[in-house]
C-alpha cells in the first residue's frame, strides 16, 4: 500500500447515531405555526408551568381508567399528552373516545413534571408531559396495513407502497434527516471553500457510451429525442472553460441499467469540478470535505490522509478494484505448488492460463457444515469448486483433496497457516479466481470476527485507461472516454494502450464504492486521439461530442473533478445494507415505484402527439 496508508480509521468506536441525535443537529429553532408554538420534542423541563399548543400524529394511547395518555409525535420527536375527562370541554367527550393510533390532534394544554418513577429515559421529552384542557381532530386515519412501531419484517414491497407509513418508522426518520443533514454539511463545506452551486440541464443530448439513456422525446421536434443525464459530466467541464474554476452540484442522475439488487435507475450525487488542479489537489479537498461532513454529522472523528492502494496491487491482494481494507487476509498466488498436481481438473487449468489462488486464516477452526456451505457460495460465482485445508500441528489434517495432495504440497500448504487454521482456494481463469477467492475472504472475516468495524477509507489509483472488450472486439474506457492519461504514457497511447496508465482515483469505504473521478482531458487534439482508440470514427464524435470538443479549443484550463454518490455514502454512514433505506422514495429492485406503479401506460393521444408507435411483442415475432 502507498505511502501515507498507516493511518488510525476512526478515533473512536462508533455506535449508530440515534433519531434523537439526528434531530438536534436538524431542528434548531421552534416549529412554531398557528396550530402549534413549539414541536412536540422540543418541550423541555424549562417550559414547566406554561400553557402551550402542540399538534402532531398519535403514536399510541392508552386507557387507564378513563384517563388517556398518548405520545405525539411530529418530525422534532414526541412527548407524553394527558387527557382527563374533566380537564376538557364537555362536548369533546364523545369525540375523546373515538381517537385512535395516527389521528392527526391539535392539543392545547399545561406542561407539568411527570410523576417521579414515570420518567422515560429513552425520549428528550421524558421529564415532562402536557396535561391537556383542549383539543381539536385535524385529521382522522384509517388502520394502516401495518404499525410504524412493528417489530416484525414487513416485505420491502408493502412498505415501498405505503411509504408514507414507512417514513413514520423511527429508523427511517432517523435515516431521512441523517441524509438532509449530510447534504447541508456538505453544502456548509464547499461553500466555505470558495465553490459555486450550479445546476446543469435535466433535459440533453444522449450521448450513448456506457449505460443506457433514459430517452425522452421531443413534442415540437418529433422523432426526436432528449435524454436524461446519466451525470453532469461534459456540463461540469464546459463550466472549467467558462471559466466557474470550483463547481459542485446535489444532483440527480439517471441510468437506464439492467436491473441489479442495489441499484436504482435514478440516482444522486454530489458532482465537484475545479480548475488548475493536480490529483492531489481533488483528493485532499475531497477528504477534507469528508472528514468535516462524518464529524458533524455522526461525530466520528476520520484521520486524513486516507490510505491509497494501486488498482494493481488491489487486485491482486483483495480480488477486487473495491478493497476492503479492514480484512487481514490477503490472496496469495498458490499456482506453482499445484504445479505438479495429481488433479486432472487443476491441471488443465494451469494448462490454460489460469491460476491457483487462496488465503489462509490462522488458528481457525471451522464447521464441517460451514466449510460445505462456502462451497456452495462458490460455486453459485460460477467456479468448479473451492478447496479447503484444514491445517493441525503443522499438517494438513483434512481436505476433500486429501488424498490427491504430495507430501511436498502438503508441506507447502502448511507453511501458509504455520501451526493451525485453515487454507481456501480456487482453481480457474484469474479474474473468477480472484472474485470467488475475494467472496471467501469477505465471509469469513465478517462472520468470524476478523472484520474491523468502523468507516475504512482507501483511495485507488493508477486504474489502466482502457480495457479490451472481447464481444465487442475494440477497446473500451476503464471509467469514461475524458480521463485523461498519465503524461509519461502518453507516448505509448497508440502503441500499447493496454498499458497506459488513468489518472483517475476511486474512493472506498468498507469495501463499497462512494466516488469517482479523474483529471480530464483539455487538449482538443488529445481527445480526438482518444475517441479513435476507441473506435469512434470522425463522424460519430461529431455527432455525439462536436460540441464539447469545440467548447476545448476556447482555453480549456487543466482541471478534473469527483463525483460522490450520496445515497451509498448515507447508507453507509446509516450502518444500512441497501440505498433503499435511505431514499425517500426509491424504486423496487425490479424498477417499479410502488406507491404510484410507475413506469405505466399513457393514453394513445399523448403518443399520437409525440409521433409514438409501441411496437408489441406479437409483432417483433411476426417479422
Known amino acids: 500500500m502507498a505511502e501515507g496508508s498507516e493511518v488510525k480509521r476512526a478515533n473512536k468506536s462508533y455506535e449508530s447515531i440515534s433519531l434523537q441525535e439526528v434531530i438536534k443537529k436538524v431542528i434548531s429553532s421552534p416549529l412554531s405555526t398557528h396550530s402549534k408554538d413549539i414541536g412536540c420534542g422540543q418541550v423541555s423541563e424549562e417550559l414547566i408551568g406554561k400553557k402551550i399548543k402542540l399538534a402532531g400524529w398519535v403514536e399510541s394511547i392508552r386507557d387507564h381508567g378513563g384517563v388517556k395518555f398518548l405520545d405525539l409525535v411530529d418530525m422534532s420527536g414526541k412527548v407524553q399528552v394527558v387527557i382527563r375527562p374533566s380537564n376538557i370541554p364537555s362536548e369533546k367527550l364523545p369525540e375523546l373516545d373515538e381517537i385512535g393510533d395516527f389521528w392527526v390532534l391539535k392539543i392545547e394544554g399545561k406542561v407539568e413534571r411527570r410523576p417521579e418513577g414515570t420518567e422515560n429515559p429513552n425520549i428528550s421529552t421524558g421529564k415532562v408531559e402536557i396535561i391537556a384542557h383542549n383539543f381539536d381532530i385535524l385529521s382522522k386515519s384509517e388502520q394502516p396495513p401495518f404499525s410504524p412501531k412493528d417489530k416484525k419484517e414487513i416485505s420491502e414491497e408493502i412498505r415501498l407502497k405505503y411509504r408514507y407509513i414507512d417514513l413514520r418508522r423511527e429508523k427511517m426518520r432517523r435515516n431521512i434527516l441523517l441524509r438532509h443533514l449530510v447534504s447541508r454539511k456538505i453544502r456548509e463545506f464547499l461553500w466555505s471553500k470558495s465553490f459555486v452551486e450550479i445546476e446543469t440541464p435535466f433535459l440533453t443530448k444522449s450521448t450513448p457510451e456506457g449505460a443506457r439513456d433514459f430517452l425522452v422525446p421531443s413534442r415540437i421536434y418529433k422523432g426526436k429525442f432528449y435524454a436524461l443525464p446519466q451525470s453532469p459530466q461534459l456540463f461540469k467541464q ?57 464529524k458533524e454529522s455522526i461525530d466520528v472523528e476520520l484521520q486524513i490522509p486516507f490510505p491509497r492502494i494501486t488498482y494493481k496491487e488491489s487486485i491482486e491482494k483483495y480480488g477486487t478494484d473495491k478493497p476492503d481494507i479492514s480484512i487481514p487476509f490477503h490472496i496469495q498466488d498458490l499456482t506453482k505448488i499445484f504445479s505438479q498436481s495429481k488433479l486432472d481438473f487443476i491441471r488443465r487449468v494451469i494448462e490454460n492460463e489460469g491460476k491457483v489462488l487462496g488465503f489462509g486464516v490462522k488458528d481457525i477452526e471451522i464447521s464441517k457444515s460451514k466449510l460445505v456451505s462456502l462451497e456452495r457460495e462458490a460455486k453459485s460465482m460460477g467456479v468448479g469448486g473451492l478447496m479447503w485445508f484444514v491445517i493441525k500441528n503443522s499438517q494438513v489434517s483434512a481436505s476433500p483433496v486429501m488424498k490427491f495432495l504430495s507430501e511436498e504440497e502438503k508441506k507447502s500448504i502448511s507453511d501458509i497457516c504455520e501451526k493451525n487454521g485453515v487454507v481456501f482456494a480456487v482453481a480457474e481463469k484469474e479474474e473468477k479466481a480472484r472474485s470467488t477467492i475475494s467472496r471467501v475472504m469477505k465471509i469469513i472475516s465478517k462472520e468470524f470476527g476478523f472484520y474491523k468495524k468502523g468507516f475504512n477509507f482507501v483511495w485507488v489509483v493508477d486504474f489502466p485507461l482502457f480495457s479490451y472488450d472481447e464481444t465487442e472486439k475494440r477497446f473500451v474506457s476503464e471509467h469514461h472516454p475524458f480521463t485523461s492519461p498519465k503524461e509519461e504514457d502518453i507516448a505509448i497511447l497508440e502503441s500499447d494502450p493496454l498499458k497506459v496508465r488513468a489518472r483517475a482515483y476511486d474512493i472506498v469505504l468498507n469495501g463499497e464504492e462512494v466516488g469517482g ?68 422514495f426509491p424504486k423496487s429492485q425490479s424498477g417499479i415505484c410502488h406507491i404510484t406503479g410507475a413506469p405505466s401506460e399513457v393514453y394513445l393521444k399523448q403518443l399520437d402527439e409525440l409521433g409514438i408507435m409501441i411496437k408489441t411483442e406479437e409483432k417483433e415475432n411476426n417479422k
Open 238 to 294: 464546459i463550466l472549467q472553460v467558462a471559466g466557474f474554476e470550483r463547481y459542485f452540484q446535489i444532483v440527480r442522475c439517471f441510468r437506464d441499467e439492467d436491473l441489479r439488487a442495489d441499484r436504482q435507475p435514478e440516482f444522486t450525487q454530489v458532482d465537484i469540478e475545479m480548475s488548475f488542479v493536480s490529483e492531489e489537489d481533488i483528493m485532499r479537498t475531497v477528504e477534507e470535505l469528508i472528514r468535516f461532513v462524518f
Open 517 to 584: 473521478g479523474s483529471i480530464r482531458i483539455h487538449r482538443p487534439e488529445l481527445q480526438r486521439k482518444i475517441f479513435r482508440i476507441l473506435n469512434l470514427s470522425d463522424e460519430e464524435v461529431e455527432e455525439r461530442f462536436g460540441w464539447f470538443i469545440n467548447a476545448l479549443r476556447y482555453g480549456a484550463p487543466p482541471h478534473g473533478g469527483i463525483a460522490l454518490g450520496l445515497d451509498r455514502l448515507v447508507a453507509l454512514m446509516a450502518e444500512e445494507e441497501s440505498i433503499r433505506e435511505v431514499i425517500p
